[in-house]
């Protein structure tokens, strides 16, 4: 009997397999060649990387199935890390505005995308948007956030001063209001560390791209007033910040936060008392290098902004002096919780060493104050760029604006020259032989670039590269930044669009409290998942342990699916760059 069920049970398998292979040309397809799902611009370079094992011809057909461009497979001279051989699908000469796919001789269809000017402007958008969905303090209307609307979370106007931060003038228990800013990742802490290199980001991207950020409307709350939206979303921040210094002394607290992390719930259900704990140099420099930065471009909008700028520089020179008096107050989570109580164990971004943030606030000193001496702690010591910026190594920040800031007497500084210098050297570095991987991007040369949070290397890479082309003008900057963009959304080990809501295979269950309780089945749109990890810290299973497979769309793999604002802002920088850019793409 039993052997009968088991023979039933065999037979019903292999029908199984045999409708499943009857299936597989296409699923292949989709799964083989891998594009830029969202789309390219009339001009602009245009490839897919093909997984296939022979060389053949590719087609680029019409929704109705007509051919508009022939092609031939070109194979790369590198494997992907998996070993297995790739092609690319150069249709760069076709430039037809349309919706199409790419058929590969038999093999089948790549999911489809389009051919038009302003093709990247949605995922442009919606990467600055995000943040709107990330704010705390403010309820979501559906006029601003459609299907995603929510009640107002975490008022944080009345937060306690944790033990850990106590001081004569505020004593442990002693209230304060500190309301606004993002939650910064799948959690709803609010970390200053993490919002310095995630304003920096954003407000570089205005300070580089005025002109095209003007015209950007996000239909948030504030688009109809007289300043621009990247603008008003980096305010709705900055205000919270600013809450976050002690008018006291000018140090600036680590960080507001419950004691332990939410479950995952929505935000208006999650009620723990929230604190700010201790003060630290790298937080307060941190702050310094934003509020500076901040007063720079706030200075532009006297009227609607009245006395910000102003504020905002007082701020950080503040900030600057308490840093100067208190050098090396480190976070350390562990050593606090065993003086302390109660024990705080949510994010720590405890930064171990802080000299690349006194290089960074000293630069964006100088630049706000003109005082030579901000400018007289600057050093640049031999062979210290080597990987993009990230919430712990911020020099590259202070390299940035040293290197763009046409008000710089750059004659009387040789140090901006050596900077720009570098800064292309890098750049260089990045792009020499990316063109012999598999799939062509400057992201998978190296298996380095794939650790916890890995596609924000993709795109602090490409802010690098757009940076460097701003510097020198040469294209093929550009192109490479571009490229990683493709990466982002679909050229890639997984095939996966790691931005949600963009792309026909894209992330669906990202780490994030709001897209997990909302009970609404689309994660909350323009949020970029951390990306292959083979780290697999959050000890979730992965497909694949091959760098750039390392993934899973899973939403409790924080390890690889988790979001966070440092992510989503090289993101919208270079997204938008692009878009700023699209014309010089021939
Ligand atoms: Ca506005
Ligand atoms: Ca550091």
Redesign the pocket.
Known sequence: MLHRRIGVLIIALCLLHLCLNAQTPITNAKSRIRLNQVGFYPVSPKVAIVVATKKTDFLIKDLKGKTWFTGQLIPNSQPAFSGAYTFSADFSAFDKPGRYFIEVEGLGNSYEFQIKPNVLQPVADGSIKAFYYQRASIQLDVQYAGKWYRAAGHPDDKVFVHSSAASEKRPAGFVISSPRGWYDAGDYNKYIVNSGITMATLLSLYEDFPEYMNTVKLNIPESQNQIPDVLDEVLWNLRWMLTMQDPNDGGVYHKLTNARFDGMIMPDKADSARYIVQKST?ATLDFAAVMAQASRILKKFPKQLPGLADSCIKASEYAWTWAEKNPVVIYNQDAMNREFKPAVVTGTYG?R??G??FFWAASELYLATGKDDYFNKITLSKGELARVPSW???KLLGYYSLAQNSGIDAANHPEIKEIRTRLLNMADIFIDSAANNAYQTVMTKSKVNFNWGSNSNAANQGVLLIKAYKLSGDRKYLDYALANLDYILGRNGTGYSYVTGFGSKSTMHPHHRPSIADGVVDPIPGLLAGGPNPGMQDKIQLPSLFPDEAYIDDDQAYASNEIAINWNAPLAYLANAIQALQKKLH
């Open positions: 790298a930064d060493n802080v690349d943030e712990a190594n911020v």
